[in-house]
């Protein structure tokens, strides 16, 4: 009987791991219904047009998202009519955050004048199914037939401090890739940033 119980307890845990694993390059990606800051519901499958999306787990009081929101605007300006829109997905627990809650990132979305959506995470179900765990964490997912899948997973650029320094625009050449079709330079690279809570 104590083998079988460390056996399920064992089971349990390798399950858990692999979930929290998340996506891998070219695994297809669900979809996700997630309100919007303007009360709107949305997902990926508001986005007829769209041949792919930027997806950036994110949220408000995070230093390296700060840092990094006018990329992602500058990503999403130059994105969104190219046929990838960026939507920013807040994945942080509210009571654990208070300053990432609904009401704050209505607040953050209007001072900031952000061109892509926003959404939250409510319940935090969707952040680990693509197994982010970090803030901003980026996923760029391709439109194929239809399907959507993961074409890049990691870090917004080379340098989530400082904007200045920057040597390498991972998500951008990423999407630029695609849009030319061509392979992605660089697949999966390390996010840096706020751990997901």
Excluded: W
């Amino acid at each position: 009987m104590k083998k079988i119980i460390v056996g399920f307890v064992f089971l349990l845990a390798t399950v858990g791991f692999a979930m929290a694993e998340g996506y891998k390059i070219g695994d297809k990606v669900e979809d996700f219904n997630l309100k919007d800051v303007d009360g709107k519901y949305i997902g990926m499958k508001d986005f007829p047009d769209a041949k792919g999306f930027i997806l950036v787990f994110s949220c408000n009081h995070c230093p390296y998202v700060k840092s990094n929101e006018e990329r992602m605007i500058a990503l999403s300006n130059e994105f969104q009519d190219k046929g990838y829109p960026l939507i920013a997905i807040n994945a942080m627990n509210p009571s654990v955050y208070p300053d990432d809650s609904f009401e704050n990132m209505v607040k953050n979305a209007e001072e900031k004048s952000f061109p892509f959506k926003y959404v939250i995470d409510e319940g935090q179900k969707v952040y680990p199914v693509y197994g982010a765990t970090k803030t901003p964490e980026v996923f760029v997912v391709q439109r194929q037939g239809d399907n959507l899948v993961l074409m890049y997973h990691g870090a917004i650029d080379d340098n989530t401090e400082n904007a200045d320094k920057v040597k390498t625009h991972y998500t951008a050449d990423a999407v630029n890739a695609l849009l030319e079709g061509k392979e992605v330079p660089e697949t999966k690279t390390k996010a840096i940033g706020c751990t997901i809570k």
